[in-house]
């Protein structure tokens, strides 16, 4: 914040940010949406599920399904069960997303073997569109993983570039 007798720094003083970056940023943030669908879309389909629908989204977890077959059976106890663990399952994938939107790679890679190993959960229940779609999400979710590193190699001094923006 400029004090009242000094003028801002001139445009040509500011650090410029490359295109590259800017197109490696956009990569990470659409990837780590993945994350945010992911989460939700299982959250929807746990609610689909309790409420008596007979539906679900190909985009959600194979593990939230077992878990709401398992807490149908259980009763309304069960239903508690399931919002507690979907609810962490989910804020998990959340959380996830939230780090890997500011470009670390760690998240992607945590997350992405949480989804190969709920991927080869829907595939021992031959949920094929499912398993499909997860192949997809990951090959999505891949591409930001790899554009983390783009990032991080698009501009030497990260302290003078502005920081990804997760929105």
């Known amino acids: 914040m400029a004090s009242a007798g000094t003028a801002p720094a001139p445009v040509s003083d500011r650090p410029s940010i490359s295109p590259a970056r800017l197109i490696a940023a956009a990569r990470v943030r659409a990837a780590a949406k993945w994350f945010y669908w992911i989460a939700g879309l299982s959250l929807v389909n746990s609610g689909v599920v309790i409420f008596g629908g007979n539906f679900h989204f190909v985009i959600g977890l194979g593990i939230t399904a077992v878990v709401d077959g398992l807490a149908k059976q259980a009763g309304s106890a069960g239903t508690v069960l399931d919002l507690i663990i979907n609810g962490f399952v989910a804020g998990l994938f959340f959380l996830v997303g939230n780090f890997a939107s500011k470009a670390q790679k760690w998240a992607f890679m945590v997350?992405?073997?949480?989804?190969?190993?709920?991927?080869?959960?829907?595939?021992?229940?031959?949920?094929?569109?499912?398993?499909?779609?997860?192949?997809?999400?990951?090959?999505?979710?891949?591409?930001?993983?790899?554009?983390?590193?783009?990032?991080?190699?698009?501009?030497?001094?990260?302290?003078?570039?502005?920081?990804?923006?997760?929105?």
């Not at 554009?147 to 929105?167: G, Y």
Request: proline residues 5%; hydrophobic residues 50%; charged residues 10%.
């Open 111 to 167: 997350g992405m073997a949480v989804y190969v190993l709920d991927g080869l959960l829907l595939l021992v229940t031959r949920d094929v569109l499912s398993v499909a779609f997860h192949a997809y999400a990951l090959y999505a979710i891949y591409r930001g993983l790899q554009a983390c590193d783009q990032f991080s190699s698009a501009v030497p001094n990260l302290a003078t570039d502005a920081p990804i923006n997760p929105r």
